[in-house]
C-alpha cells in the first residue's frame, strides 16, 4: 500500500480533496460572479485589492510551514505527543506572526490605502485565523484528508448561500468585506473543534509548545518564508501595482479573469497534497521508483493543465459573459492569457514539494526572488502600457521563468529540469507510459 503514489489510499485521499475543492470551484464561480455585478468592477477590485494583501500577509505568517509539518508528522505518526508538540508549536509560531503582520497592516492602510480603509481593515483582520490552518497540514500528513475536506465543504456551502442572500436583499457593499472575516473565524472554529473531538483537548495547547523545535524548525523554514513571500509576490503583485498604478476598475476587471483562470487550481494541487507523503516514502527505498513517481506525477499535472487551457482558450468569451457579464469584458483577452500561468504553476507546486522532501528549500528562495524581480520590472513596464493585460503578461512569463527556466541554471536542479520537460515537451504522454509499468498495483 505504502510502494508508490498508484496506490488507493492516495486516490481516495486525492479524490477526498477533489470533491471538495470541485464543489468550491462550482459554487464559487456562481458566488463570484454574482457578487461581482453587485458591486461593480471598482467595488469588485477594492475587494480583491485586498484580498491580494491578505494572500501575500498570509503566506508571511504560515511562517514557511506549509510543507514543513506534513513531512514531520510523516515521520511521527505513531508517536501521538510528538505530533502534539509539532502542531502546537507552529500554531503559536504562527499565531505570533499573525498578530505582528496585522500590526504593520494597520499602517499600511493608514498611509498608502487611499479610500475605503475600513473595508481594507475589515479583510485583513481574518489574518488571525490563519494559524489553525496547522490543523489540516497535520491531516494531510496522516493522510486523512477526508474529515477537513468535509468540514470546510459544509463550511463553504453556508458562506456562500449567505452571500447570495446578501444579494438578493441588496445588501450594504460593507457586508461582502465583513464576511470575509466571519468565513475565516468559522472554518478555524470548526477545525479546532474537530482536532479536539479527534485527538483530545490537549492535543493542541501552549503547554506543547517547544522553544527548541521552534527555533531548529525556523532554521530550515526561514528560507521557505521568503521563498513563499516571494511566490506569492510575484502571483499577487499585480493586483496590488494595478491598484496603484491604474485603480480599482482596473483591478475588478483583472481579478474577473484571475478568478476564472485560477479558480480550478485545487484539482493538481490537491494531486500533489496527496501524493507527496508517499512519494517522500519512495525516496527511502528505490530510486528508479522515485524518479518515476515524479515524473507521472508531473506528466499528470502537465497534462490535467493543458486541457483546461484549451478549454479557456475556446470558450473564454462565453465563460465571462456568463458569470460576469458586459460589464466585465475586457477580461476575457486576460483570461486568455492568464490561463496559459496555469502550467508553471503547477509543476512549480510540485517542484517545491520535491525540494522540500530534498531538504533544498533555498533553491525555493532563489526561484521565487528570481520569479519576483522578473515580475516586478515586467509589470512597471507592461502595466503602463498594457493596462490589466500587461500584468497578466508579466505574471506568465515571470512564472516561466521561476518554475521553468531557472531550474536550467544550476547543476542541482538540472535533473528537475529534465523531468519537467519530459512531461512539457510530451504534452504528458511520456508520463503516462511509465504509469502503465505500476498498473498491476491500483489491485493491492
Known amino acids: 500500500m505504502t510502494e ?47 484580498l491580494a494583501v491578505l494572500a501575500i500577509a498570509t503566506v508571511v505568517a504560515t511562517v514557511g510551514m506549509n510543507r514543513i509539518v506534513p513531512r514531520e508528522v510523516v515521520g511521527s505518526i505513531s508517536d501521538k505527543s510528538l505530533r502534539s508538540e509539532i502542531v502546537s508549536t507552529v500554531f503559536f509560531l504562527r499565531f505570533s506572526a499573525a498578530l505582528s503582520i496585522l500590526i504593520f497592516l494597520y499602517f499600511f492602510g493608514i498611509f498608502f490605502v487611499g479610500q475605503n480603509k475600513t473595508l481594507f481593515f475589515l479583510v485583513v483582520a481574518s489574518l488571525i485565523f ?12 496522516l493522510a486523512r484528508v477526508k474529515s477537513v475536506s468535509v468540514i470546510r465543504t459544509l463550511v463553504f456551502i453556508c458562506t456562500s448561500l449567505i452571500k447570495l442572500i446578501f444579494v438578493y436583499i441588496d445588501a450594504n457593499p460593507l457586508w461582502f468585506f465583513a464576511f470575509v472575516i466571519f468565513e475565516q473565524g468559522l472554518v478555524a472554529l470548526v477545525l479546532y473543534l474537530f482536532i479536539c473531538v479527534k485527538s483530545g483537548k490537549g492535543f493542541l495547547t501552549f503547554r506543547m509548545f517547544n522553544s527548541r523545535r521552534a527555533a531548529v524548525t525556523l532554521r530550515e523554514s526561514w528560507p521557505e518564508i521568503i521563498a513563499g513571500l516571494g511566490g506569492i509576490l510575484f502571483m499577487r503583485l499585480d493586483q496590488v501595482m494595478l491598484q496603484f498604478l491604474q485603480g480599482s476598475e482596473s483591478v475588478g476587471v483583472y ?45 499528470a499535472l502537465v497534462g490535467i493543465a493543458g486541457v483546461a487551457v484549451l478549454f479557456f482558450l ?11 457579464g458586459a460589464g466585465f469584458s475586457e477580461s476575457v483577452l486576460i483570461l486568455q492569457v492568464h490561463c496559459l500561468v496555469a502550467v508553471f504553476i503547477f509543476i512549480g507546486s510540485a517542484s517545491g514539494s520535491w525540494l522540500a522532501a530534498e531538504r533544498k528549500l533555498i533553491w525555493n528562495l532563489h526561484r521565487n526572488l528570481f520569479g519576483l524581480i522578473v515580475n516586478v520590472i515586467l509589470n512597471l513596464i507592461l502595466i503602463e502600457k498594457y493596462g490589466a493585460l500587461g500584468a497578466a503578461i508579466a505574471t506568465l512569463i515571470s512564472a516561466v521563468c521561476a518554475y521553468y527556466l531557472f531550474d536550467l541554471f544550476s547543476s542541482k536542479l538540472r535533473f528537475m529540469f529534465r523531468i519537467k520537460t519530459q512531461a512539457i515537451m510530451t504534452l504528458g504522454i511520456y508520463g503516462a507510459i511509465r504509469a502503465q509499468k505500476y498498473s498491476y498495483l491500483l489491485k493491492s
Not at 490563519?130 to 500528513?141: K, R, S, T
Not at 475556446?314 to 460576469?324: L, T, Y
Request: glycine share 6%; charged share 15%.
Open 4 to 50: 508508490v503514489i498508484g496506490n488507493r489510499l492516495i486516490f481516495t485521499n486525492s479524490l477526498w480533496i477533489i470533491a471538495e475543492k470541485g464543489l468550491r470551484f462550482c459554487l464559487g464561480i456562481l458566488v463570484v460572479g454574482v457578487v461581482a455585478r453587485h458591486l461593480g468592477t471598482e467595488l469588485f477590485g477594492q475587494l480583491n485589492f485586498a
Open 130 to 141: 490563519n494559524p489553525f490552518d496547522v490543523i489540516d497540514l497535520h491531516q494531510q500528513g
Open 255 to 299: 481579478s474577473a479573469a484571475v478568478r476564472i483562470s485560477e479558480a480550478w487550481y485545487f484539482f493538481p494541487i490537491a494531486i500533489v497534497s496527496a501524493t507527496f507523503p508517499k512519494i517522500i516514502q519512495l525516496r527511502e527505498g528505490s530510486r528508479d521508483r522515485y524518479n518515476d513517481a515524479l515524473l507521472i506525477l508531473f506528466s
Open 314 to 324: 475556446m470558450f473564454s468569451d462565453e465563460i465571462i459573459a456568463i458569470v460576469f
